[in-house]
């Protein structure tokens, strides 16, 4: 069974950078959608960013202009560029794919049918970031 991998996280202060990789999605050049999820200790998970295979990307409000999503397609390797990172973002950030037409659904939409879930998971890397 197809298994993504997360990388990346680690510890940082406040303000610092981190840059998340996934692999492992059985998606290249095909109709894809990929997200970042993360969930907080004590919260629901929650989409941090989607990224469709016509390169559009959508963020929550809570990282947009932070974080960006990109997708190096030669490497079919899967970023999440976190910058001025806050302590409120610490949390487990899972990557996720599934082979959607574009555009990927809306962030708010996502899980909650399982028509908008996706059928491929990583197990997720901790991001701490405190002082």
């Known amino acids: 069974q197809v298994q993504l991998a997360e990388s990346g996280g680690g510890s940082v202060e406040p303000g610092r950078s981190l840059r998340l990789s996934c692999t492992g999605s059985?998606?290249?050049?095909?109709?894809?959608?990929l997200a970042w999820f993360r969930r907080a200790p004590g919260k629901e998970r929650e989409a941090v960013a989607t990224?469709?295979?016509?390169?559009?990307?959508n963020y929550a409000d809570s990282v947009k202009g932070r974080f960006t999503i990109s997708k190096d397609n030669a490497k079919n390797i899967l970023y999440l560029q976190m910058n001025d990172l806050k302590p409120e973002d610490t949390a487990i950030y899972t990557c996720?794919?599934?082979?959607?037409?574009?555009?990927?659904?809306?962030?708010?939409?996502?899980?909650?049918?399982?028509?908008?879930?996706?059928?491929?998971w990583g197990r997720g890397t901790q991001v701490t970031v405190s002082s």
């Open positions: 059985p998606y290249r050049s095909s109709s894809h959608c």
């Open positions: 996720a794919a599934e082979g959607w037409l574009p555009p990927c659904p809306p962030l708010g939409q996502l899980g909650l049918t399982p028509r908008t879930d996706f059928g491929y």
């Open positions: 990224l469709d295979s016509r390169g559009t990307a």
